[in-house]
């Protein structure tokens, strides 16, 4: 199943900025497609982005298409959400997860095999 780890959450004023970085280990990088997940205080886990194990082909949820971008280095096994023009709504607790292989569609939570612990996000308004 691997270990992911989750990085870069913090505290971030509307409009700003924030990079998150997942960290995998003890799996086989590059046959993972590689996803973020978020979810809010009373709300269920919600689908952010994703990335297929090695075509490269990405998949945003409308919500976060033209802010968001998400990218992976196999070499250093990573995968990185930067995060622009952040908004109150984009609250949440940050999850990276992994897929043992490709992606043909737009993922939903089922769809991962393996989770990070999460990192909180917090956009001020």
């Known amino acids: 199943q691997g270990q992911l780890v989750e990085s870069g959450g913090g505290l971030v004023q509307a409009g700003g900025s924030l990079r998150l970085s997942c960290a995998a280990s003890?799996?086989?990088?590059?046959?993972?497609?590689m996803g973020w997940f978020r979810q809010a205080p009373g709300k269920e886990r919600e689908f952010v982005a994703a990335?297929?194990?090695?075509?490269?082909?990405?998949y945003y949820a409308d919500s976060v298409k033209g802010r968001f971008t998400i990218s992976r280095d196999n070499a250093k096994t990573t995968v990185d959400l930067q995060m622009n023009s952040l908004k109150p709504e984009d609250t949440a607790v940050y999850y990276c997860?992994?897929?043992?292989?490709?992606?043909?569609?737009?993922?939903?939570?089922?769809?991962?095999?393996?989770w990070g612990q999460g990192t909180q996000v917090t956009v001020s308004s």
């Open positions: 990335i297929d194990r090695s075509t490269g082909i990405t």
């Open positions: 997860a992994a897929r043992l292989g490709p992606l043909y569609s737009t993922p939903g939570p089922g769809n991962f095999n393996s």
């Open positions: 003890g799996l086989t990088f590059s046959r993972y497609a």
